[in-house]
């Protein structure tokens, strides 16, 4: 298959890509995608996926562009879709436009698509490319690619420390580490997740409410308020010790209780009563198992999880090798060695235990600063 690109081509498929980006927020549990419809160097359609069971972005682009799209490139930051679902084939809506061409910055992971979307467009007589800018086309997806290469989601674990790595103070007063500008910017890293993440001892202690209050003015390619979702909201709970009259059960938005095999069914009738959906895993070591946690939340359509926890949880996590990005908000204090640590990681006793870690962005976020990272190597098991 022909790699080479011209500069249009980099052009047009970038744009997809800034289409693809407008549903960062909307998507799930479908990827972000865009499409772009180009006819004698002349964009004639375009468009992008904006929610799960709405049209996709080549059929978007397809009825902007109408008759104009006959003869035209087609520049998709996903392969198109090949299957029936709660729409139909976009590569069956591409060839009977009469696009001559289609370029995709990637293939699609879906086991429903894999190849076969491009390979019906090329039998189709349809010219195709893969490959486009395609490491940005992963960047928009990360959970989608995840959940379908390896049967689990993205995991983005977030903390907030003083700049002698502190969460809390020894009493556990933590409010406010960082400043506003980084406590908006969380609540854009929940808009974007499928899940958030917390442990029950975060529950018992701050009482959370682990939602988006934000609206569509304030998340960028949100059109409006309709389309706004509350990502699931998940609590760590072995001995089902979540309080009925959690602020969390009371707010709009799916609430899922992960126990033990052994807790209490009369608890459970009781948070089931209130709203929330009750789970029961395996344990080891009176611990639920996180793998099998990721494992029954990918089948649930989860993306992207957001850890938002304590330190024991997020240590866990870190060393079961099951985190793939940590955004660390550093606030510009100190607060003392009798405060609380970041994460808690028993075993650790040599530095060639260590999770080693590697900078992806590092930026300042109001008066803090903001520190994606990504372990370097398979952290402990």
């Known amino acids: 298959m022909?790699?080479?690109?011209?500069?249009?081509?980099?052009?047009?498929?970038?744009?997809?890509?800034?289409?693809?980006?407008?549903?960062?927020?909307?998507?799930?549990?479908?990827?972000?995608?865009?499409?772009?419809?180009?006819?004698?160097?002349?964009?004639?359609?375009?468009?992008?996926?904006?929610?799960?069971?709405?049209?996709?972005?080549?059929?978007?682009?397809?009825?902007?562009?109408?008759?104009a799209a006959r003869g035209a490139t087609a520049y998709v930051s996903l392969e198109p879709c090949s299957h029936h679902g709660r729409t139909p084939p976009c590569s069956e809506g591409l060839i009977a436009a009469g696009v001559a061409r289609v370029v995709a910055a990637m293939r699609d992971p879906n086991p429903q698509v894999a190849g076969e979307g491009m390979g019906g467009l090329q039998e189709a007589g349809v010219a195709t490319q893969t490959g486009l800018l395609e490491a940005a086309a992963e960047d928009l997806n990360p959970g989608f690619l995840k959940r379908m290469r390896e049967g689990r989601p993205y995991v983005r674990c977030k903390l907030g420390m003083s700049l002698d790595g502190r969460t809390a103070m020894a009493s556990g007063e933590s409010r406010w580490i960082t400043g506003e500008a980084a406590r908006r910017d969380v609540q854009r890293l929940r808009?974007?997740?499928?899940?958030?993440?917390?442990?029950?001892?975060?529950?018992?202690?701050?009482?959370?409410?682990?939602?988006?209050?934000?609206?569509?003015?304030?998340?960028?390619?949100v059109e409006s308020d309709d389309y706004l979702r509350q990502p699931m909201r998940v609590i760590l709970d072995a001995r089902l010790r979540t309080p009925p009259r959690a602020r969390l059960l009371s707010l709009p938005g799916q609430v899922l209780v992960v126990c033990g095999e052994g807790a209490s069914a009369e608890t459970e009738a009781e948070l089931r009563s209130v709203?929330?959906?009750?789970?029961?895993?395996?344990?080891?070591?009176?611990?639920?198992?996180?793998?099998?946690?990721?494992?029954?939340?990918?089948?649930?359509?989860?993306?992207?999880?957001?850890?938002?926890?304590?330190?024991?949880?997020?240590?866990?996590?870190?060393?079961?090798?099951?985190?793939?990005?940590?955004?660390v908000y550093v606030a510009p204090h100190l607060m003392g060695d009798a405060a609380r640590?970041?994460?808690?990681?028993?075993?650790?006793?040599?530095?060639?235990?260590?999770?080693?870690?590697?900078?992806?962005?590092?930026?300042?976020?109001?008066?803090?600063?903001?520190?994606?990272?990504?372990?370097?190597?398979?952290?402990?098991?």
């Open 275 to 327: 709203g929330a959906d009750v789970l029961r895993l395996p344990q080891l070591g009176g611990r639920i198992q996180l793998h099998a946690l990721l494992r029954a939340l990918a089948q649930k359509g989860v993306n992207e999880l957001l850890i938002e926890s304590g330190a024991t949880l997020a240590g866990n996590a870190l060393q079961a090798g099951l985190v793939d990005e940590l955004v």
């Open 191 to 221: 808009a974007r997740s499928s899940a958030i993440l917390t442990g029950i001892g975060t529950v018992l202690a701050d009482d959370p409410s682990m939602n988006v209050r934000l609206s569509a003015a304030e998340l960028s390619g």
């Open 2 to 67: 022909n790699t080479r690109f011209s500069a249009a081509d980099h052009e047009f498929m970038a744009r997809a890509l800034r289409l693809a980006e407008r549903g960062l927020y909307t998507t799930d549990p479908n990827p972000r995608v865009g499409c772009v419809l180009v006819r004698d160097g002349q964009v004639v359609g375009e468009g992008w996926h904006r929610r799960a069971g709405e049209p996709h972005a080549e059929r978007i682009a397809l009825a902007a562009a109408g008759e």
């Open 341 to 381: 640590g970041l994460v808690r990681m028993p075993g650790l006793e040599h530095l060639s235990e260590r999770v080693e870690l590697e900078y992806r962005d590092v930026r300042r976020t109001g008066s803090d600063l903001r520190l994606t990272l990504r372990p370097r190597i398979q952290a402990l098991k």
